[in-house]
C-alpha cells in the first residue's frame, strides 16, 4: 500500500488538525471545561479517525466513505454539545460514541480486508487503544464519583457543573470563588459559586439579584422543597446523545452555616450551588 501522494495522507494531517483547532474553540467558548476533558477527546476521536484511515484504499469510494465518517462524528459532536432544549453533558460522551464506533468499524474493516500491511498493523493498534480507552473512562468514573446507594449505573450519569453555567454573571455582581466541596463520603458533590456585589449592595439584594437573573436564564428557581427558608432551587435537565442527572442549582438565602458541610462562609456573599 502506497501512502504518498494519495488523498489519505492529506486526510491524516487535515483530521488531526480540524479535530485540535475546534477542541481548542470549544474550550474557549464553554469557560471552565476541564482540560483532562478536552485531552481525552482529542486522543479518542483522532485515534479513531486515523485508524479507520488506515484500513482504507486509495479509491474514490473508500474517500467518500471517509468524508461520511467525517460529517458523523460532527453530527454526533453537535447533538452531543450543542443542544439547545438542555445542559451539555461532559466532553467525554461524544468522544466515547466516535471511538466506540470507530472501533466497531476498525474490526469489521479488518475482518474482511485482513492485516496485509504496516497501515492495517497501526488500524489494530488503534482498535485496541479506543477499546482500552472508552472501557476504562466509565469505571475510572465510577470509582472517583460512587454514588451513595453503590449502584454502579448511578454515578456514570452524574456529572459536574462548570463555570459556564452559571456565566453571564448578573450586573454588579462578580465571583469570588469557585470550589467543589463533598458533603458525604460519597457522590460527586456540589459546585459551588460564590458571589459578592460590586456596588456594596446588601446581602439580601444580592439573593433577589441572583434568583432573577437565573431563572430569566433558564433555571425554575423556587423556594426548596425540603429547606425551603435556607435555599431556592431549580433543576435543568442535562441531556446530548442520552440522558444525564439534571443539574440543580441552589441559591442560598441565608448567611452563614447550611445543612451543606463544607460549605463557604464569607461575610456578605452568596453561595450558589449546582449538584
Not at 485531552?39 to 461520511?68: I, Q
Not at 449502584?151 to 462578580?174: K, M, Q, W
Not at 442527572?245 to 452563614?256: K, N, R, Y
Request: aromatic share 8%; proline share 8%.
Amino acid at each position: 500500500m502506497r501512502w504518498a501522494g494519495d488523498w489519505r495522507r492529506g486526510a491524516g494531517v487535515a483530521t488531526v488538525g480540524l479535530v485540535w483547532a475546534g477542541l481548542i474553540a470549544y474550550g474557549r467558548g464553554r469557560a471552565g471545561l476541564p482540560g483532562l476533558s478536552l485531552a481525552f477527546a482529542g486522543f479518542v476521536v483522532p485515534a479513531a479517525l486515523l485508524g479507520l484511515l488506515c484500513m482504507l484504499r486509495r479509491t474514490g469510494r473508500d474517500a467518500a466513505g471517509y468524508g461520511l465518517a467525517l460529517l458523523v462524528t460532527a453530527g454526533l459532536f453537535v447533538r452531543s454539545q450543542l443542544r439547545a432544549d438542555a445542559l451539555a453533558p461532559p466532553l467525554e460522551e461524544w468522544a466515547i460514541a466516535v471511538g466506540g464506533l470507530g472501533g466497531i468499524a476498525i474490526v469489521a474493516l479488518l475482518l474482511t480486508r485482513g492485516v496485509k500491511a504496516p497501515p492495517q498493523k497501526g488500524a489494530m493498534l488503534a482498535a485496541s487503544l479506543l477499546t482500552l480507552s472508552c472501557l476504562c473512562a466509565p469505571f475510572t468514573k465510577y470509582s472517583r464519583d460512587e454514588p451513595s446507594d453503590d449502584r454502579l449505573p448511578g454515578a456514570l450519569f452524574e456529572s459536574g457543573a462548570i463555570l459556564n453555567e452559571v456565566l453571564p454573571v448578573p450586573p454588579e455582581l462578580r465571583i469570588v470563588l469557585v470550589d467543589q466541596i463533598h458533603p458525604g463520603a460519597h457522590g460527586y458533590g456540589h459546585d459551588v459559586f460564590v458571589f459578592a456585589g460590586t456596588a456594596g449592595a446588601p446581602r439580601d439584594r444580592l439573593v433577589e439579584q441572583l434568583t432573577a437573573h437565573y431563572t430569566a436564564q433558564g433555571w425554575p428557581l423556587a423556594p426548596d422543597p425540603d429547606t425551603p427558608r435556607t435555599f431556592r432551587t431549580g433543576c435543568r435537565p442535562v441531556r446530548g446523545l442520552v440522558s444525564w442527572d439534571d443539574h440543580c442549582l441552589m441559591i442560598q438565602l441565608v448567611e452563614g452555616r447550611t445543612i451543606i458541610n463544607g460549605a463557604p462562609e464569607l461575610p456578605g456573599t452568596v453561595n450558589v450551588f449546582i449538584a
